[in-house]
């Protein structure tokens, strides 16, 4: 989308990266408190649901919010997405019992639907395609950077302050962000005979991603006919949603962009990279902990170069998109990743803490390829108009993919825990969840820590086998895109489908 020569590109970058990384860290910032918060709300049944709806309401507000974007602007959209955002803050600062604390989550997961994906389309507004690599190399970054700042920064407040400023310091720099889109981002006014608002369809879209997120959530729970009953629903709802689609005159998504096999393409290796995304920096904290007997901010630690490194990827990204096809700079990053991911599978449980930071480079390198490939492909092969849409899409299906990992990561080391527990009488579930945290591991009988932490390795072990298989479907999926065509040519080539 043209831009006025008003805006001030520096000031909205860093209004966008203040956004990204308010985001980022309340994703996981809540994590540290959650103990705090339990001990004052109560309702640990209810713990789960504090993370995982914020997840689900992102998840469904996005495509919505992309679309929103390109009918009426990008400014006024992420100002009402920051504006949401706020109030869910305040009012889980609130909270006064764990109930409200979720309904708090709801508001702010709608706020951060808007949020995530606009902070990517706008930079692709302001800045020429052959600069946006780097920058929305920075951009993502904030998300690796938030992982590691997270822990520490939530155990300060938690320990000075109280619980409630987790949420409470998103006042000050959610009203900075908008103050600074507010005066520094100009946006050409679109010209709009009447919105049009394709409701039919978004009311499907929901049915189609609110079941969907839910059954993600519900694998592996005793209830086997919840996830399934769910994926059903998701399922109809899809039907359901192409056949209406095919006769609006303005789609909430088009299905224009599924005729494009680049998008396609591009699109699931954001999906399936998400996915092994996840799976590293979700449970390599786990494997420093609870096998190396490190500390949580060591375990945090242990994934840092990951997100020093994807800077580097994301502006080798920019040079190589110029040079050759996305499929060909997909190749590149699955190099680093299937080398990172070769390196886990052969780590055992005596393997040194720096071999890990080490991987983590590699994966770094491969993370900021991909991510960022898969980004401005999608906002390049598309129509302008559909810029908005194509951005949120990728988003969503990063968000689905880690959803889905995140799942099938806990099938797996939970059933190796149990596996391990059964044949071993003298060691139980529960003394292996204490293993993983090192202030409760030090109660364990020290006779029995060698075999636990073999089974958790074992468990650990199979969940980098079950991220091999994502990259090498990956690697099925990038051979399918056979048009070497690169998306850089003097100003810009587009893809066809």
Sequence with gaps: MAQNKQSNVVIVTIAVFIATFMTAIEGTIVSTAMPTIIGSLHGVSLMNWVFSIYLLMTAVATPIYGKLSDIVGRKPILLIGLVIFVIGSTLCAMSNSMLTLILARVIQGIGSGAIQPLTFTIIADIYPLEKRARILGLNGSAWGIAAVIAPLLGG????????????????PVG?????????????????HKKIKI?????VLL??????????????????????????????ISIFAFIKV???????????????????????????????????FEAYIPTWMQGILGLSP???????????????????????????????????????????????????????????FCMLAGI????????????????????????????????????????????????????????????????ISVDMMNKLID???????????????????FSGLHNIYVAGLVLLLVGLIFNAFELKNKKILGSEQESIEG
């Design 206 to 235: 929901i049915l189609i991603l609110l079941p969907l997120m839910l059954a993600l959530q519900n694998i592996g729970s005793n209830n086997v006919f919840l996830p399934l009953g769910l994926v059903a629903i998701s399922v």
């Design 245 to 279: 689609e095919r006769h609006v005159s303005d789609p909430i998504l088009p299905l224009d962009l599924f005729k494009n096999k680049t998008f396609v393409i591009q699109n699931l290796m954001a999906l399936l990279v998400s996915g092994f995304l996840i799976s």
């Design 175 to 191: 009203l900075l962000t908008m103050a600074l889109i507010w005066f520094f981002f100009k946006e050409e006014k679109r010209e």
């Design 297 to 355: 901010s060591m375990g945090g630690f242990a994934v840092t170069p990951s997100s020093i490194v994807w800077i580097f990827g994301s502006f080798w990204a920019g040079t190589l998109i110029k040079k050759m096809a996305p499929n060909r700079v997909i190749y590149v990053s699955l190099f680093f990743l299937f080398v990172g991911n070769g390196l886990l599978l052969l780590a055992s449980p005596t393997t040194p803490f720096w071999y």
């Design 156 to 171: 300060f407040i938690v320990e000075k302050l109280s619980w409630h400023w987790i949420f409470l310091i998103n006042l």
């Design 438 to 456: 090192p202030q409760t591991a030090s109660s364990l009988p020290h006779q029995l820590l060698p075999k636990m932490r073999q089974i958790l």
């Design 363 to 426: 994966l770094g390198c491969g993370f900021g390829l991909t991510i960022t490939t898969t980004t401005v492909t999608s906002q390049t092969v598309v129509e302008p108009e559909n810029v908005g849409v194509a951005t949120s899409f990728n988003t969503l299906v990063r968000t689905i993919g880690q959803s889905m990992m995140v799942s099938v990561c806990g099938i797996v080391l939970n059933t190796a825990l149990a596996k391990g527990a059964a044949e071993n009488s003298n």
């Design 198 to 202: 394709d409701y039919v369809g978004t």
